[in-house]
């Protein structure tokens, strides 16, 4: 069964103080891996698409890396504007649609 | 270029009513899917349409549908609600619906009471 399970579900970081969220996957054939943020009462918000191991993809302080069986979500020198829930999702080759992780969710203090 | 709009935004139903939601796609996406949020279960897919037609569907009771127009604009429709249908109803839209991005409305808030 295609599966996705991110971690930590909470995380709290000090502004300035990098880490790395987790999202791993057991998926028939993976199509993409797909990274969203989320902030409170609004839709997901598309970040990055990850197709194949080693990739990696940059945007501002987020970095996203695939592996066959994993994805992490680094995030270098948080800011509080980076608070927010951050899903993974899975789209296998059978099928079009995502599954969806649980999320983390990221609380940057200043 | 305009996002992908859902309506209404808010919702509130008494139990065993039915609803109808509504949600605009990004212009020339032809892929809607339909996912339900709950705190609990987080995103749960419910379907996905793609030229009128559904393509594919999630593990929903048959009180869910859906329909997509040919305009790809699409609305989905839960009858005799019940108070578990109570949820962030999200719609996304997406070129086609595989290997490309999807993207989120704002989302219809449902509260069954």
């Known amino acids: 069964e295609d599966q996705v399970t991110q971690s930590p579900e909470a995380l709290r970081l000090q502004e300035g103080e990098s880490s790395s969220l987790n999202c791993s996957y057991t998926v028939s054939g993976l199509r993409g891996l797909f990274w969203y943020r989320q902030d409170p009462g609004k839709g997901p918000e598309f970040l990055f698409t990850?197709?194949?191991a080693g990739e990696e993809k940059e945007k501002e302080r987020l970095k996203a890396t695939l592996t066959k069986k994993e994805s992490f979500l680094h995030i270098t020198a948080p800011k509080p504007e980076d608070s927010a829930t951050y899903l993974c999702?899975?789209?296998?080759?059978?099928?079009?649609?995502?599954?969806f992780g649980t999320g983390t969710s990221l609380t940057v203090i200043p | 270029k305009a996002g992908v709009t859902q309506t209404p935004r808010y919702l509130i139903k008494t139990r065993g009513q039915q609803v109808t939601l509504s949600c605009s796609p990004i212009?020339?996406?032809?892929?809607v899917s339909w996912y339900q949020q709950t705190p609990g279960q987080g995103l749960q897919f419910l379907f996905e349409y793609f030229s009128e037609t559904q393509r594919n569907k999630g593990n929903f009771p048959g009180r869910f549908s859906g329909r997509q127009f040919s305009n790809s604009r699409s609305e989905m429709n839960v009858s005799t609600l019940e108070l578990g249908d109570s949820a962030l109803y999200l719609c996304?839209?997406?070129?086609?619906?595989?290997?490309?991005?999807?993207?989120f409305g704002q989302g219809t808030r449902l509260t069954v009471v």
């Open positions: 999702a899975v789209q296998a080759n059978t099928g079009n649609q995502f599954y």
């Open positions: 212009s020339g996406h032809r892929s």
């Open positions: 990850l197709y194949s």
């Open positions: 996304a839209s997406s070129l086609t619906g595989g290997h490309t991005e999807a993207f």
